[in-house]
């Protein structure tokens, strides 16, 4: 059984910098794409970002150039590093991954429908 447990939310200001990770267990981490989505109270899911096995990375536009997802196979986890945090960063963010070995277009990895495993969540809080 796969299992994914994120650790690393919390409460940022404005303009600050968080990491947070995901383990993943129960198969091959590095032979399947891994995501990351967010939610906040209210809203619906959405995409973040993406990582194909092979490193290619996804974005949504609303944090391009501020966050960075990365991989390391060795420990089974992925990261996000969020950088220059903001208000409507706040949310619960997820990990999720698939079951199949497959990235496909942007726009695939950007689909939740496309992920079959998710965590538990984080809460990240940016005050002003």
């Known amino acids: 059984q796969v299992q994914l447990v994120e650790s690393g939310g919390g409460l940022v200001q404005v303009g600050g910098s968080l990491r947070v990770s995901c383990v993943a267990s129960?198969?091959?981490?590095?032979?399947?794409?891994m995501g990351w989505f967010r939610q906040a109270p209210g809203k619906e899911r959405e995409f973040v970002a993406a990582?194909?096995?092979?490193?290619?990375?996804d974005y949504a536009d609303s944090v391009k150039g501020r966050f960075t997802i990365s991989r390391d196979n060795a420990k089974d986890t992925v990261y996000l590093q969020m950088n220059s945090l903001k208000p409507e960063d706040t949310a619960v963010y997820y990990c999720?991954?698939?079951?199949?070995?497959?990235?496909?277009?942007?726009?695939?990895?950007?689909?939740?429908?496309?992920?079959?495993?998710w965590g538990q969540g984080t809460q990240v809080t940016v005050s002003s």
């Open positions: 990582i194909s096995w092979g490193g290619h990375a």
């Open positions: 999720a991954t698939s079951n199949r070995a497959y990235y496909g277009a942007s726009s695939y990895a950007a689909d939740p429908r496309n992920y079959d495993y």
């Open positions: 129960g198969r091959t981490f590095r032979n399947y794409p």
